[in-house]
């Protein structure tokens, strides 16, 4: 299964600071205001060749004593069901809070492997303060300071011990699809249409799916595992959150599949949440098909299909050679066509395409279009192969890679989907010096 490491916390204590770090992104929102962490948090990283997810929990709003309770309650247990490895952040600046010995208490029961972080350990006085946190009973602490790196590297050496280095996706030699969403687009339903048994407890209450369940698929002659991912706890409390807990719940079902068939709710349109969702399995470069459920919901016109598209395509730029289709779980329709696109999809994503015939068909592409010239110098586009990674990747070799625009490699993208059909599938394109 896909590592997965989750940052923990009280608000404030620097938890996006770390995440930042680790990912060595800017996408947090690092703020002096508690609960300033809305966005999804998450990120790939890699340490000594280890590739792990790091999720950056947080995005509760501080208020009362019971919304504080609950939420950080909720975001502790569940990093603790979906993570291999905990980040327990703390502030060595303040000691060891109330809040501090709640979250502690949560994490010793859990028996997950849980990393003490003191943070803002900047100085060697501050290294002393920070043995006040033995008393929270989670062991070794481990003194880092997140904004400037101090200590983050032995830490992240040990954290790296005891992750699975080979952690590797069940396999299977069939495709493997997962249908991915926000609550209550029809997920469940749509698995139940496709097996054709209530294998799912269906309920319009959002997030009745717990965990994740594979279903292995081999009507009408087809053959695949069918993941439905967890959907996730309906939150009373704090709503614009919803976001963080859904995308948490999809990261380990997009990890582990090939093809993901995102689910949008027709009569919503495609959301932020949904948006999300999509980039996810785009930066792990899974396959994507969109599936617009309940369209049996929404009055029609002539041009409703056709305009309802392009919306979707303006939204998901740049990355628009993405299979859209129009279904209903409820009433079947278009059920079956959506898993054969699905599986087009697949074949696109593992094809090879031979060096000859790359060359061969992209090489007078670039030389009727060559790319343009910087300070007086000519890049020269000599020779192009695809590299042997899970997903399509082509190296360009020429003389001045660093002259190459990033609008000419989307031009280059555009020309290989146009001439090899990769449509559903991320592609990416290296400059290297031949």
């Avoid at 590297?153 to 040990?158: A, H, I, R």
């Avoid at 060096?355 to 890049?379: C, F, S, W």
């Avoid at 399509?392 to 280059?412: D, G, H, K, W």
Wanted: charged share 30%.
């Amino acid at each position: 299964m896909a590592n997965i490491v989750a940052i923990v916390g009280r608000p404030n204590v620097g938890k996006s600071t770390l995440f930042n770090r680790l990912t060595d992104s800017r996408k947090a929102i690092v703020d002096e205001i508690s609960g300033v962490t809305r966005d999804r948090h998450y990120g790939k990283s890699d340490w000594n060749g280890v590739e792990f997810s790091v999720i950056d929990t947080g995005g509760y709003v501080n208020g009362s004593e019971d919304v504080f309770e609950g939420e950080i309650r909720k975001q502790v247990q569940l990093a603790i069901e979906e993570a291999n490895i905990i980040l327990f952040v703390v502030d060595v600046t303040e000691g060891a809070t109330d809040d501090d010995k709640t979250v502690a208490d949560l994490l010793r029961r859990s028996k997950k492997k849980v990393f003490l972080v003191s943070n803002k350990v900047d100085n060697h006085d501050r290294q002393a303060l920070s043995g006040e946190f033995y008393v929270l009973g989670l062991g070794e602490v481990y003194n880092i300071s997140a904004i400037s790196g101090s200590g983050t590297g032995d830490l992240l050496d040990e954290v790296v011990k005891e992750l699975d280095k080979e952690a590797k996706p069940e396999e299977f030699d069939i495709p493997k699809f997962a249908i991915v969403g926000r609550p209550n687009v029809g997920k469940s339903s749509m698995v139940n249409a496709l097996v054709g048994k209530d294998q799912n407890i269906v309920t319009n209450i959002a997030g009745t799916t717990r965990d994740s369940i594979n279903t292995r698929y081999t009507a009408f002659g087809h053959d695949f595992v069918l993941i439905d991912t967890a959907g996730i706890r309906k939150k009373s409390k704090v709503e614009e959150d919803l976001e963080f807990y859904s995308v948490m719940r999809s990261i380990r079902s997009i990890e582990d599949c090939d093809v993901c068939l995102l689910l949008i709710d027709a009569t919503q349109g495609l959301e932020a949440q949904d948006l999300n969702i999509f980039h996810l399995a785009e930066k792990n470069r899974k396959g994507i098909v969109i599936l617009v459920n309940k369209w049996d919901l929404v009055e029609k016109n002539t041009n409703s299909t056709k305009e309802y598209e392009e919306k979707i395509r303006e939204k998901i730029a740049p990355f628009r050679d993405v299979p859209i289709v129009f279904t209903s779980a409820t009433t079947k329709q278009r059920v079956l066509k959506a898993i054969e696109i699905a599986e087009k999809v697949y074949a696109n994503r593992t094809k090879t395409i031979k060096t000859r015939q790359l060359n061969d068909v992209m090489l007078p592409i670039v030389e009727n279009h060559p790319p343009a010239a910087l300070k007086g110098k000519y890049v020269k586009i000599k020779f192009i192969n695809q590299l042997p990674t899970h997903a399509p990747t082509f190296a360009f070799y020429c003389n001045l890679p660093q002259y190459v625009s990033e609008s000419y490699i989307r031009f280059l993208e555009n020309r290989l989907r146009e001439q090899f059909d990769f449509e559903g599938v991320p592609i990416q394109i290296f400059m290297r010096k031949k």
